[in-house]
């Protein structure tokens, strides 16, 4: 596979080229010589430590025990018999099913909405990516007092009339971890609609005239035409945004502290924190941080393999 | 109007695309409102009350908490971006113009970077760091940012060089241009608009870190920013304008350069999401 990306990039060059020659290969050896020691470190740095930490994580390494014994899975059946851990797992699959659904509906919504020119359209993307600029831990402070229950937005419902919606947010355990999933979409719904707008934008004015002569209402070209243009674009925000929604650490650090009332806003990264920074049990630490990577590499796999044949 | 695609009416369309600017407007507008607020003015019920004035008192008061912190920040960020993106430009250029048996792979596997879950590196990065005397020292965290930084910028510059005409390496090649030669004068004159991109993205990215900052930083004299506004909200001595007052600042320099450069914030955007 490796040898038929080489010509690849060759095919279009004219026939006047000379044939590879000695110098050809001189240079390309020189070309891989020179991103040698960056890519090195690169891979070292993240490889490296990947593998490292699953070593770890099988080993019984803490701050009093540097013989780095091996203890088969015994990190494991521990985390899996650790209710917090359990609650964290269930947290994470609220969050991620509720900021996915969030970013991806109203992303997509609002990339629709935007793709025939409209008056103000540059205000209102620049308003909507605007929350990617600013860091989740600035982000979780505005939310932290935007949802705070005595205040903010409950204010908002009063003021409006409709204080029957009021809600504890964050401090209410059973829906703790989804009062965190709205700032965390706030931050990503104008890049998830950028990446939909990017594709709609892609169709080309030969498809949409095309459409409009077969007599398309504007309603069947979308039906027809741009919803199955947009299929992959949600392939590939569905794995941006579910790896992100993974290493999430910062948003409920900020707004509860990270935990929340009975660790209804804690996520694994929080665990895992905790435990290995603050608690100092390494290989417990590296065993939830080896289930993230198992998981990661499971929803990554796919979506590197269609770059790859690209 | 074009006749053939109306799904809705531009009036409907306006409204719902306003009233979603508005939802996406709202945190900041509390964000600036409370900041500017005087002391006295800070309570719950009157949170969505305009300012009476222009008080720059939480705005100073959040300062003297921070200062320190900010300028940390910009001795670790600076430095940062500027390297992963001197490296990504070099790095894109050989990915780009010279491939080689393997170089596709080696491409997809730093592409994996750009994805990685941190969790999965600090046990290591802290021990390594440590064995190599940078844990808790700037040096230490400007080179962990180059080095993740180095998937995303490698990837921005990757998907700029390609675009450029493999003709002109050749004419280059010709007159004698080896690699290097090539890349001095072909290439990085062409690639300025991919440094823009580049630092733009690492500058927001590793300002707006927190994880990162919070691991390898230890010495409280030496925090980042960001790691200085979340210990705010632990403390009960500020209210919560300081607290916003303090959060503005921190957030102030990645919003400035999104509002005066957000097209080439927007091309970084897409960058990250591109096929290898």
Redesign the interface.
Known sequence: ???T??P???Q???VT?PPPSKRRVT??????M??AP??T???I??????F??IF?SFSGWNDVNFEVPFVGLRNYLRLFDNARFMIDITNQLWFSAFFLAQCLG?GF??AV??D?P???ED????????????????????????M?P???IN??FD?AGIGFLKSKWYAEPSIGIIAVSI?AA?QM???TM??FL?TLRGISSDL??A??MDG????Q??RYVAFPACIPTTY??T??LG?LS??T??LP??MT?GAGPNYRTDL??NF??ET??QQYR?SL??A???L??VI?IIL?IPY?R???S? | M?R?????S?AI??I???F??I??????Y??AI?SFKPFEDIS??T??NLPKGFYLDGITQAWTYVSQNFMNSIIVTLPASLLSSI?GS??GY??A??????????F??????I????????????Q?LGALDLYGKYAGLII?HI??G??ITTLIFRGYYSAVP??LV?AA?IDGA???GVFRHIMLPLAMPAFGVSMIWQF?SI??D??IGL?ILSNPDMRTV?VA??NL??SFFTN?GA??A???I??SP??I???LL?RL??RG??A??V??
Do not use: C
């Not at chain 2, 939802?23 to 900041?28: E, G, L, Q």
């Open positions: 596979m490796a040898n990306a080489v690849m990039s060759r279009n060059t004219p080229q240079e390309r050896v020189q070309a891989a020179m991103l960056t890519i470190i690169v891979l740095f993240i490889y490296g430590f990947l490292w930490t770890l109203f919504l609002l909405l935007l025939r409209i008056w103000g205000v209102f993307k620049t308003i909507y990516i605007f929350p990617f600029a600013v860091s989740s831990i600035v982000t979780g402070v505005i939310w932290r007092w935007l705070y005595d205040t903010g204010l908002l003021m700032p706030w719904t104008g890049y950028a990446l990017a949409r005239e459409a409009a398309a209402t504007g309603w070209y979308y590939s925000a794995v941006i790896m993974l290493r650490y910062d650090a900020a502290g694994a990264s895992m924190f290995a920074f390494y630490g590296a939830i941080a080896s993230v990577i990661s990554l590197i269609e770059a790859e690209q | 074009n053939s695609t109306p799904y809705l531009d369309r306006f719902i695309l306003a979603f600017a939802y996406f407007i709202m945190p900041i509390l964000l409370t719950f019920a949170m969505w490296l070099f790095n050989l990915f113009k010279w491939r080689f048996p393997g170089s596709r792979w080696l997809l596997m730093v592409l994996f970077g994805f990685l879950p941190y969790q999965g590196i600090l046990i290591p990065l802290v390594v962990v080095v993740f180095i998937p493999d003709e050749d090649r080896g690699v290097l927001t300002w707006n927190y994880l691991v960001m506004v979340k909200t632990g919560y607290q916003m303090a959060a503005l921190a957030a990645t919003i350069i999104y509002l957000s914030f927007h955007l897409l990250g999401s096929k290898g």
